[in-house]
C-alpha cells in the first residue's frame, strides 16, 4: 500500500533555529513529490515539485531534497511567518495525475 | 493571483440531509479535484473530473456522492443523505495541464 509519514509531527524553532522536516514514502513507482503548506482554515498552498533522486529545488528559506525513500524540507533561519502545518504528498504510478497521497502533516511553529 | 473559490465556507446541516458544496475552478484549468480533510487527519483524495466526467475516485467516493460540472465555471459536489462521519473540511482543487495543484480555502461541512 502507498504511504507517506511525516516527522516529526510538531516542531517548535525559535527565530532564526534552522531545522529539517522529514517525508518518507513507500509507493508502487513515484510519479512526483510534493510539498504543500496549509494556515489554519486554509487549502494547501503548493510550494514544491521533486520528480527524481537528487533534485533539489529553492524557495526563500525553504529548500526541499529528494531520496529514493524520503525527502526533506530544509528551513533555514525560519521567522514566525513560516509557521504553519507542512504536508508532503506523493503521486504515485497507480494513480492518476492529481491523485496525491498526502502525510499527516508537520505543524511548525517559530517563536520570536 | 487567480485562485480557487469555494462557498459556503461553513455548512451545518441535519443528518441524513442533502448538500451541495460549490467550487469556482481557475477559468484556464481543465482538471477538477475534490478531496477531503477529516479533523486532524490526513487530506485524501476523492474524485477527479475531465472533459466532463470522473476519470479515477476513491473507495471513500461511494454512491453517496456525485459530481457535477453543471455550467462552464462551477464544479459541485453532492452528498445525498449525509452521515456523522462525512463532517470534514471538503477541498476543491484544480489544474491545468501541468501536475500542480491549486486549492480552494475549503468549506467545512458539520453533520449533526
Known amino acids: 500500500e502507498d504511504q507517506v509519514t511525516q516527522s516529526p509531527e510538531a516542531l517548535r524553532l525559535q527565530e532564526g533555529e534552522s531545522s529539517s522536516l522529514n517525508c518518507s514514502y513507500t509507493?508502487?513507482?513515484?510519479?512526483?513529490l510534493f510539498w504543500y503548506r496549509q494556515d489554519p482554515g486554509k487549502g494547501p498552498e503548493f510550494l514544491f515539485t521533486?520528480?527524481?533522486a537528487g533534485e533539489e529545488k529553492e524557495k526563500e528559506r525553504l529548500k526541499a531534497t529528494l531520496t529514493k525513500k524520503e525527502s526533506f524540507l530544509h528551513i533555514t533561519a525560519p521567522k514566525p511567518e513560516d509557521s504553519a502545518t507542512y504536508l508532503c504528498a506523493v503521486q504515485a504510478n497507480g494513480g492518476s495525475q492529481g491523485n496525491l497521497i498526502f502525510g499527516k502533516g508537520t505543524k511548525l511553529s517559530v517563536k520570536p | 493571483e487567480p485562485e480557487v473559490t469555494q462557498t459556503p465556507s461553513h455548512q451545518v446541516t441535519q443528518m441524513g440531509q442533502e448538500v451541495i458544496l460549490r467550487c469556482v475552478p481557475i477559468?484556464?484549468?481543465?482538471?477538477f479535484y475534490w478531496y477531503r480533510q477529516i479533523l486532524g487527519q490526513k487530506v485524501e483524495f476523492l474524485v477527479s473530473?475531465?472533459?466532463?466526467?470522473?476519470?479515477?475516485k476513491s473507495e471513500i467516493f461511494d454512491d453517496q456522492f456525485s459530481v457535477e460540472r453543471p455550467d462552464g465555471s462551477n464544479f459541485t459536489l453532492k452528498i445525498r443523505s449525509t452521515k456523522l462521519e462525512d463532517s470534514a473540511m471538503y477541498f476543491c482543487?484544480?489544474?491545468?495541464?501541468?501536475?500542480?495543484?491549486?486549492f480552494g480555502a475549503g468549506s467545512r461541512l458539520t453533520v449533526l
Open positions: 477559468s484556464n484549468h481543465l482538471y
Open positions: 509507493v508502487s513507482g513515484l510519479r512526483g
Open positions: 473530473f475531465y472533459n466532463n466526467e470522473i476519470s479515477e
Open positions: 521533486l520528480y527524481s
Open positions: 482543487a484544480s489544474r491545468p495541464g501541468a501536475n500542480v495543484l491549486t
